[in-house]
């Protein structure tokens, strides 16, 4: 059985004292869930919200990090920084990333190698762009993704980590896959996973459906055979909302 998982991808918002706060009025509502809950925040607050966390069942997750252990990266994160906070997740590949820092499949594919060496869970994403879908090649585009950013990886580390599907004309636009199209292209990524490793991989995986989740279409998402949960940017951000997506 999979473990639903629910994250918010806070993306540049919030203060340190907004998150923290926000973790007090979810906190008590979230426990006893089936679901994990999860919250990826900006790296300024993720030792104060692991620290508002603790003793729930809420995770906490950065947004990015980069692939070297160390070095002249002027700017960036290590993963041994991330594991030193006891982050439990790191988004991968997110296609904002993608789109405007030059994240590539190459370099999603070692930071994803490098999240699993230090311990963090990654959560890798993939999505097709809306001329991509229009010229009938969502399969293609997020079958080689998929293959790419796992590329090396053991089927232990593969049935450890989470993959997001986030059609990129879905994401912050409104316009939602229908949880239809949503699962028919994860049952396409569970195929890809069986291929590259095995049968009880491709069972295990956790796949996620983003973009423009929100509490009033959750429920339909989720029902979906293949749908293991969802990665939700702006329904994250309100504490009711996300009690609502969480307890869906
Ligand atoms: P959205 O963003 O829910 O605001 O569409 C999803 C995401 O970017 O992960």
Redesign the pocket.
Same mark, same amino acid.
């Given at each position: 059985m999979r473990k639903p998982i629910i994250?918010g991808?806070w993306?540049m918002h919030k203060s340190i004292a907004e998150g923290v706060d926000f973790v007090a009025k979810v906190k008590d509502a979230l426990q006893g869930t089936e679901v994990e809950p999860v919250i990826c925040a900006p790296f300024t607050m993720l030792k104060d919200l692991k620290q508002a966390a603790a003793g729930t069942n809420i995770r906490i997750g950065a947004q990015n990090m980069h692939y070297e252990e160390s070095g002249a990266f002027t700017g960036e994160i290590a993963p041994s920084m991330l594991a030193e906070l006891k982050v439990d997740y790191v988004?991968i590949g997110?296609?904002?990333r993608r789109q405007y820092y030059n994240e590539t499949d190459e370099t999603v594919n070692r930071k994803a190698k490098q999240a699993l060496a230090h311990g963090i869970i990654p959560i890798i994403?993939v999505g097709e762009s809306l001329k991509q879908r229009e010229e009938g090649s969502t399969k293609e585009i997020v079958g080689n993704q998929t293959k790419k950013a796992l590329e090396g990886l053991s089927g232990t580390e593969v049935k450890s980590l989470v993959i997001?599907y986030?059609p990129i004309w879905?994401?912050?636009?409104?316009k939602?896959a229908t949880a239809a199209q949503a699962n028919e292209v994860i049952a396409y990524i569970r195929e890809v996973v069986k291929e590259l490793c095995s049968e009880e991989v491709s069972e295990e995986i956790r796949i996620q459906y /983003?973009? #423009?989740?929100?509490p009033s279409n959750v429920e339909e998402i989720m029902n979906e055979s293949d749908i293991d949960g969802?990665?939700?940017? /702006?329904? #994250?951000l309100q504490p009711e909302d996300f009690v609502s997506l969480v307890n869906f």
């Open positions: 994250a991808n993306k988004i997110h296609s904002e994403c997001a986030e879905a994401i912050g636009t409104g939602t /983003g973009g #423009s989740v929100k969802a990665l939700v940017g /702006g329904a #994250s």
